[in-house]
DNA sequence: ACCGTCGGGACTACCCGTTCCT
DNA sequence: AGGAACGGGTAGTCCCGACGGT
């Protein structure tokens, strides 16, 4: 039971992985089985949907990770503006470590694979609505007003996402830096907006 | 010599068409040829060095044609804020007549493919250069202060990309409406200050 | 256990004819599949390393066949002369029943292919090896000084080759049996001179 | 009309040349358009019947020319053994100077091809045959008796055939060295005992 | 329950020799 | 002569099923 858990986890971190890197067409199963080390006639067992299943447990579980670190960074800063400045320089970071290669562990797979698939499609969306969930919840807590809180939630993640492609294509975080600093300007902006008018 | 033209471009055309709603890897060379109507041996004389320059070429002229697309948009709007609300609006049209499959033609590629090859990682830098390089002008004309408009024109590129991607993840193109909204305030805000500062 | 040989062993037998006829780059591995009946994905697990590791297997194979069907029409013979001559009807025969299309099973590979792979020169030159050494004990048994039977050995299967490529070129297969002939006669008079000179 | 010659003789020079080295099925027209620097359209102006005819042209070429330059090795040898172990030096010089990539231009595309092709089948036949005649021509001269002068000849040619596909496999050129030596020997004996009988 | 071997094809990018039409 | 069209061919990799043995 024990090595079961484990190697499906690693089968499905490895995935991960390899998904944001490369790309969900340009990962192939058996990258993934040499990597974990996992044996071949394992991943039917533990992912009888095959490709698609792992993909999406894959996103899921990368997304849901980094969405804690991302809270966790979050809930540590002074303020809101600082915050999103924060989670510039987290991606900021990760960009630089892989050598531009890791972004956003979700954005490529949902371009390539959500069209064509539910379950990918799925495990995306919950990816993207969870971290708006949280951040909403955030800029509620910061004196952004509740109306306004989701509009600018989905302009912060945006931006971000935005800034995360072009960085890429740049291999430059500058983009990311200015993006966050921006945007972070926006937050205190709304923020001190709504306090003004109550 | 007009038979020439005609191949080469109705690849390029299909190519670009399939690369900006599949991806890199998942369009096959042979989608490509069955689409366009071209013959196989065709394929290796007007493109030498395989998919990758055709992904290149084909990159550079969506990227291309859509900036044409988008300058002529924003040289129609009265102001910046009308600008930016029109190509968010050109966007979500083209999301919607495409099934939510046809968002940029450059990020699926750029985040699958930028980085293992020089000559696609070109094309698409090239593609958001010109993009940016055009908004900025734009930004300039519209009285953001030149020390702001590349920052402001990253944010505002940055913010429709990641729309862009939500939108498609979402199936729904109200965050594309939403944010270029809010990205519109900010450059009139942009604009005020320095007017009001001069 | 059993399919797995099976099937392997069918990919080799039929690889090991068709490169014998045909060569190595005639021989296409769609045409091994075929004839062979076996799917394409069992190719590459087989032989991970792909057409040459067939091809050194195969020559390996049909070359050691080859050689135990040699050493035992050598062994049945009554003496050294009558062995040479003996293998000169083998090929002979195996010439005229293939059309003049099956010669050594190794010499086209090794022309073609052996100067670029070093499987497949290694499993050529093994081939030869072996037959080389079975014929230079041959030779000292029917008393040809220790000192000349590798000289005399190599001399004997490098006109049997030279006879089988001449043979094939001309569709005629007088020249195997008279270069044979002569080799035999040659080999009796190694063999008595030594006798006298004892 | 000179330009056009030219360029016909290039593109058979580069051709013999690689046909020689690679072999026929692994030597593209491309190779050797752009070796001899051919344009492309001209291939088939010079050579209507395609790859076919200019393997059979320049497999008679190649052996056209080896052969005078063996005829001529010949005469100025003093005698018959001589003559042969000269023969058995120029191809051992030809393969060490080649990288063992080099031994007889025919060999290889006559086991490749010839089976498939009457033009090549004729060409290598006519090499094959003109070096005979000239070699059954010189051994009559040097004493063999002209009942034996086609079978030491074709004995001779085989040996030295032979030779030269074990010396590429061994990647040592003394099994040529050997086997022309003991060619040599028997040409002599073939001569002196005619002499004695005579 | 979990893992390994093997079979099964469709598909990939790429290159071939050849011919048409200008 | 020559640029473009033509389509069938290449080796190789894909994801997936199925049965056998722990």
Redesign the pocket.
């Known amino acids: 039971?024990a090595?079961?858990t484990n190697?499906r986890q690693r089968m499905i971190d490895t995935a991960g992985r390899l998904f944001q890197r490369q790309g969900y067409h340009a990962?192939?199963?058996?990258?993934v089985l040499a990597e974990s080390g996992?044996?071949?006639?394992?991943l039917?067992?533990?992912f009888p949907a095959?490709?698609?299943q792992l993909a999406a447990e894959s996103v899921a579980r990368s997304g849901g990770k980094l969405g804690e670190r991302m809270a966790a960074m979050v809930a540590a800063a002074p303020d809101g503006p600082a915050a999103i400045v924060a989670l510039g320089e987290l991606f900021a970071a990760s960009l630089l470590a892989s050598g531009f290669r890791e972004g956003c562990p979700v954005a490529t797979v949902a371009l390539e694979a959500a069209a064509d698939n539910d379950q990918i499609h799925a495990a995306c969306d919950g990816v993207y609505g969870a971290w708006l969930a949280g951040l909403t919840e955030r800029l509620d807590g910061w004196g952004v007003p509740a109306d306004r809180a989701a509009a600018v939630a989905d302009l912060v993640l945006s931006g971000i996402q935005g800034a995360l492609l072009l960085a890429r294509v740049r291999k430059d975080t500058g983009v990311v830096t200015t993006v966050a600093g921006q945007l972070a300007d926006l937050v205190g902006r709304e923020a001190a907006g709504h306090e003004e008018a109550s």
């Open positions: 039971m090595r079961r190697t990962t192939g199963l058996n990258q996992a044996p071949k006639g394992s039917y067992f533990h095959g490709k698609d």
